[in-house]
Each structure stands twice: as structure tokens, then as C-alpha cells.
């Protein structure tokens, strides 16, 4: 069993930077694939990013590429999203997901709570 908690949303104006984070906890919670998985009022959970076991591996939706960057310490248990040049787009409840593969949701185990991030214009 692997529990993740998440932090470090909040509420930030267009154009400004973010960083979440998302601790994991339990048995071999460094082995897994992590991803992060966001979803807007009124829209279904879509994928963000994820990042291998090692952290060699990276892979984004379209739409934040070249403005956020997943990267985990597995020292510390935790994985990170570094969000950039933030767009009122972005808002919505932002999800860890751990155990899974790629940007298939389904896939994910296990899940943290969400936290919320809402971008003003």
C-alpha cells in the first residue's frame, strides 16, 4: 500500500510559477512510476506528466510542455511539478497517482487527495 499526500497549490496570477509537490509513503513506494493527473470543474481527470522510477524518464501532455517540469527524490519520497508561465487554462485539482504507466490513468494504484491550483487572468 502506498499513500501520497499533496501540496503546495494555491491561488497565483497568470504568467507565475508554482511548485507542487506529492510525498509517498508505504512499501516500495520508490519503485513505482509517478505521475500527476489534473481536473478542471465540469471536465474529466486529464494526464499532466509522469516520471520513471528513476527519474530518467519524463513524458508531458501537449499542452505543458516546455512549461513544467516533474522531478522526484527518492531519498525524500517525493515527486515534484514545477509549473511555469502559469494560464488561467491551468486551473483545476491537481493529482498524484502512483503504480501506473504513462498517461493512462487507469493504470494508477493509488491516488493522493488533489490539490487545488487556481490561475487568475
Known amino acids: 500500500q502506498v499513500q501520497l499526500v499533496e501540496s503546495g497549490g494555491g491561488l497565483v496570477q497568470a504568467g507565475a510559477s508554482l511548485r507542487l509537490s506529492c510525498a509517498a509513503s508505504?512499501?516500495?513506494?520508490?519503485?513505482?512510476?509517478m505521475a500527476w493527473f489534473r481536473q478542471a470543474p465540469g471536465k474529466d481527470r486529464e494526464f499532466v506528466g509522469a516520471i520513471s522510477e528513476g527519474g530518467d524518464s519524463v513524458d508531458y501532455t501537449d499542452s505543458v510542455k516546455d512549461r513544467f517540469t516533474i522531478s522526484r527524490d527518492n531519498a525524500k519520497g517525493t515527486v515534484y511539478l514545477q509549473m511555469g508561465s502559469l494560464e488561467p487554462e491551468d486551473t483545476a485539482v491537481y493529482y498524484c497517482?502512483?503504480?501506473?504507466?504513462?498517461?493512462?490513468?487507469?493504470?494508477?494504484?493509488?491516488w493522493g487527495q488533489g490539490t487545488q491550483v487556481t490561475v487568475s487572468s
Open positions: 508505504g512499501r516500495n513506494s520508490w519503485t513505482y512510476w
Open positions: 497517482g502512483a503504480g501506473g504507466l504513462g498517461y493512462d490513468q487507469r493504470s494508477y494504484d493509488f
